[in-house]
């Protein structure tokens, strides 16, 4: 397996624990719907980890568009790199 060092590499650990605390935000959902919990409590919750993950994707956005792109861009090869970008903020702006 090659290592490759991507420019999240430095915010790694905020994302591993952001994620994190979204698995236990989803695992809480669950359990309020074991408990039978009201609809309006979960559907909050729910926004509220919509709303997180969401900026766990931003995250990575800017890290792909400021590392991965800009490379490309420095070394003449950036429009497969745009395509590429272009293609992943249309999908992570389907709602």
Sequence with gaps: MINV???YSSNKDTLLSRLKRIEGQVRGI????????YCVDILVQI?????????VGLSLLESHTKGCVADAME???GDDKIEELMDV????TKS
Excluded: G, T, V
Aim: net charge positive.
């Design 5 to 7: 060092a991507y420019k």
């Design 75 to 77: 070394d003449n090869n």
């Design 47 to 55: 926004a509220a980890i919509k709303s997180a993950i969401h900026q």
């Design 30 to 37: 669950q359990k309020m719907i074991e408990d039978d919990r």
């Design 89 to 92: 903020i249309r999908q992570f």
